[in-house]
């Protein structure tokens, strides 16, 4: 008896430390795990669903030193990235070819608009230059006019703008950003830029706003540059999304959805020529480049079946020192402005780090990101041969290794193929320039990757490097 009731004591109390073990630690320590996670997910989401408000700052300060509308110094850069052409190339090339560079001819004015939320409506169209027609088309799809619509997703407004974009332009999205005027005049931002990124046109425009615009801009380096060509590969939702905005437009009297694309429209179109005269260069051409200019040849080949004129590549190569924001270190002078020492190998591009060597996102990162403009030159750190130069579409785009011998390899991914200087064989000296960075192949941004690899294996790049 007496033992009986000792077990079922010495029983109870297991139970009771078990419980204060759950509510003291368990509970706690779940919570801080869950805290963690939130954390990680905030600045994985940061980092990439969110435009740097540094960033932007930055870009239009640039801008302005160098005399460019912002908002024209990032449709250079948008259409360059899209061609594999240096921005300050295509911005040159734009300027020499007797076409102004002041401004985008942003909005209209005197709007009036009439009905529910006619006023608000009337702002953002003159502010940014979209039909008032195609704002309440939008707006109809999306939220049906009522302003306390939440997607599923956590879009919020009359426009469905989601978190990140309302963050961006700093507002919350709990609050402020589902206040009409300022959600319709986030959402009119919002679809002008995606309109003045296809030249104007309203379908591609609503993929855009619906599906994405990397998504859109991805299958059209695939399948063509129509939305007919892209559509049956867009998803369900986003078909029926444009057909249904499309016929609410017409029948609001929608004609022109928006303002001021001539200029993107004309940027484009030479940059689509310079493209097309790089892959089939006059007879000649690339011969006589190499007395001509000290361009890679095969983009003054592109430039020359402009005017077919070296003057004009002259005077672009010329030109385009001025459009540098970020100046190029010199051969031998690489990252000069860095004051690091240690390591046997200099810097390879002159950026910013992003992200280290180590588990990322569930598996390894092999080599270090190095943020830094399209077109910014890539040096070879130290003498070596040149062993790989290929194309890699689902991962680094194209990519080059260098043999620096007794083990040493370095590997460089992410350019564009036009951009870069070398071939498999060649013998390359420290502080030569081999490449341009890109942001080609399964890139979130203009980056060099960079790995060190010692007798096969990929090693921490940064003990290598000068500190």
Wanted: include cysteine; hydrophobic fraction near 35%.
């Amino acid at each position: 008896m007496v033992s009986n009731l000792a077990r079922n004591a010495i029983d109870q109390l297991k139970e009771t430390i078990k419980l204060k073990l759950l509510l003291y630690v368990g509970f706690p320590l779940l919570g801080a795990v869950l805290v963690l996670l939130l954390f990680i997910f905030l600045v994985i989401g940061l980092n990439q669903g969110i435009p740097s408000i540094t960033e932007t700052a930055k870009s239009k300060q640039e801008a302005s030193q160098l005399g460019i509308d912002p908002e024209l110094m990032k449709i250079y850069q948008e259409i360059a990235e899209k061609y594999g052409i240096p921005w300050e190339i295509l911005a040159a090339a734009h300027q020499a070819s007797g076409v102004a560079v002041s401004s985008t001819g942003g909005g209209t004015t005197n709007v009036n608009v009439s009905g529910q939320y006619g006023t608000e409506i009337a702002a953002a169209s003159s502010k940014y230059g979209v039909d008032p027609n195609l704002i309440k088309a939008i707006i109809q799809q999306e939220s049906g006019w009522k302003p306390t619509v939440v997607s599923s997703a956590g879009a919020v407004g009359l426009m469905q703008v989601m978190p990140f974009n309302c963050q961006s332009s700093g507002l919350d999205p709990r609050t402020t950003c589902r206040e009409p005027a300022k959600n319709i005049m986030t959402g009119t931002k919002i679809i002008s830029s995606y309109l003045k990124r296809v030249n104007g046109d309203l379908k591609l425009g609503l993929a855009s706003y619906n599906g994405g615009p990397n998504r859109v801009s991805g299958l059209q380096k695939k399948y063509g540059q129509s939305y007919e060509s892209i559509a049956s590969y867009l998803p369900k939702e986003t078909q029926n999304y444009v057909v249904k905005v499309t016929g609410y437009y017409a029948k609001y009297g929608g004609t022109t959805p928006i303002q001021g694309v001539d200029q993107r429209k004309s940027i484009e179109e030479l940059a689509q020529k310079i493209s097309d005269s790089k892959k089939t260069p006059a007879a000649g051409c690339l011969d006589q480049a190499k007395s001509q200019t000290k361009l890679n040849p095969d983009l003054a080949c592109g430039l020359y079946g402009v005017k077919n004129d070296w003057a004009y590549v002259k005077q672009v190569e010329s030109s385009s020192q001025t459009f540098k924001a970020i100046s190029s270190p010199a051969p031998g002078e690489i990252n000069s402005n860095m004051k690091y020492s240690g390591g046997r190998f200099p810097w390879p591009v002159n950026g910013r780090l992003t992200s280290k060597f180590g588990p990322r996102w569930g598996r390894n990162h092999n080599g270090l990101d190095i943020a830094a403009p399209i077109g910014t030159p890539i040096y070879a750190p130290a003498d070596g041969v040149i062993n790989i130069s290929k194309a890699n579409p689902g991962g680094f785009g194209w990519y080059v290794k260098i043999d620096h011998g007794g083990g040493f390899e370095t590997l460089y991914g992410h350019m564009y193929p036009n951009t870069v200087t070398v071939k498999v064989g060649d013998r390359v000296k420290k502080g030569q320039k081999i490449a341009e960075v890109g942001n080609n192949g399964h890139s979130t941004g203009p980056h060099l990757h960079w790995e060190v690899h010692v007798h096969g294996k990929p090693v921490n790049p940064e003990p290598y490097l000068m500190k």
